[in-house]
């Protein structure tokens, strides 16, 4: 879609870059919400572990004085055809720190190709939908 954006001069938006959460580096594997929050059909068993595994080897890779976020942020914003990123942010310290991302600038080449490998192709079932 990003050529056909590009050819039109369509802005994009890119929206839940933190995959709901699971790339904030945060969630555990014993990670629990009150009653009727979302998050808990989202991330029943099988999407909470696996999005717990995927995060913990992005963070591997994540360099030194970087945060799992900021290099999310980061990732997307490599991409010349994004215009701008809707990250979520509960706290002043959450609006901060995705501006700082922002000013960093983009990836080395290196890491952006690194990061690459981990991209999660998911198929769709009844709890994603």
């Not at 600038?105 to 490998?117: R, S």
């Amino acid at each position: 879609m990003f050529p056909a954006c590009r050819e039109k001069d369509v802005a994009v938006i890119a929206r839940v870059p933190f995959d709901e959460g699971g790339l904030t580096g945060t969630l555990t594997l014993d990670a629990k919400w009150p009653a009727g929050d979302w998050r808990n059909g989202y991330f029943n068993a099988e999407n909470l572990k696996a999005t717990v595994e995927r995060a913990e080897k992005v963070k591997a890779v994540v360099p030194s004085g970087s945060t799992l976020p900021e290099t999310a942020l980061r990732f997307i914003l490599n991409d010349p055809d994004v215009s701008t990123i809707i990250p979520g942010m509960r706290k002043t310290r959450h609006v901060e720190a995705n501006i700082a991302a922002s000013d960093k600038g983009p990836l080395t080449e290196t890491l952006h190709a690194e990061l690459q490998k981990y991209r999660w192709i998911r198929k769709p079932t009844k709890w994603s939908q």
